[in-house]
């Protein structure tokens, strides 16, 4: 079936040092993809987000890639932080106000 | 961004017992509003889309008589979990769309404990 998913289940940085969280999606419709934080015990916060028809959008300290041949996306984050240790999930939809599908998400720990 | 406030944020409930979770958009009147399920260690599993005004549609496998979704106005939508069981125990995440944007806005989240 369609799927969004991670291929690590952790992922631990030295702080100071780029992050790079990946994501594979199946599912070829989907037009519109966002990176999620989830801290312990709270809603996931939106980072950053990307339209099918872009392949780099930036924010700030982050970056995310979406690599529509290989169905790929990734997050890169710039001289993380210990704030950024967190739960990151990357989601997709096929457009407009429709339902998002989560990846499985991926636990970034940031060593002091 | 728009606030979407989700309460409580913790409930401890006996087993057979009903409980109902709120979510309201505080700054912003939301067309759709989404209703979550997460495990400890996993992802969010969408249990049922709710619009003002009509029916929620409940995703596969998730029983709508038990997972009540009422959505009464433009800034509030209901979860009750009706009869609670042990296995019910879950944290519950809402989100509101705004219907001009795809960007989903999310609340604090509601830790159910049933015991």
């Known amino acids: 079936g369609e799927s969004v998913g991670l291929h690590l289940p952790t992922l631990s940085v030295q702080e100071g040092d780029n992050s790079i969280i990946n994501c594979a999606y199946s599912?070829?419709?989907?037009?519109?993809f966002i990176w999620y934080k989830q801290e312990s015990g709270k809603g996931p916060q939106f980072i950053i987000d990307?339209?099918?028809?872009?392949d780099k959008r930036q924010g700030q300290r982050v970056t995310v890639l979406l690599n529509k041949t290989v169905k790929h996306l990734s997050l890169q984050i710039a001289a993380t932080q210990p704030g950024d240790s967190a739960v990151y999930f990357c989601?997709?939809?096929?457009?407009?106000?429709?339902?998002?599908?989560f990846g499985k998400g991926i636990t970034l720990s940031v060593r002091p | 961004g728009a606030v979407v406030s989700q309460h409580p944020s913790r409930v401890i409930c006996k087993s057979g017992t009903s409980v109902k979770i709120e979510c309201r958009s505080l700054?912003?009147?939301?067309?759709?509003m989404f209703w979550y399920r997460q495990f400890p260690k996993q992802s969010l599993m969408l249990m049922a889309t709710?619009?003002?005004?009509?029916?929620?549609?409940?995703e596969q496998g998730v029983e709508k008589d038990k997972f009540l979704i009422n959505h009464a106005s433009l800034t509030l939508s209901t979860l009750t979990v009706t009869s609670a069981h042990p296995e019910d125990s879950s944290f519950y995440i809402c989100?509101?769309?705004?219907?001009?944007?795809?960007?989903?806005?999310f609340g604090q989240g509601t830790r159910l404990t049933v015991v």
């Open positions: 989100s509101a769309e705004t219907g001009k944007a795809t960007e989903a806005f």
């Open positions: 599912n070829s419709a989907s037009d519109y």
């Open positions: 990307i339209r099918s028809n872009m």
């Open positions: 989601a997709e939809s096929r457009g407009a106000n429709s339902k998002l599908t």
């Open positions: 700054d912003f009147q939301a067309t759709t």
């Open positions: 709710s619009n003002e005004g009509s029916k929620a549609t409940y």
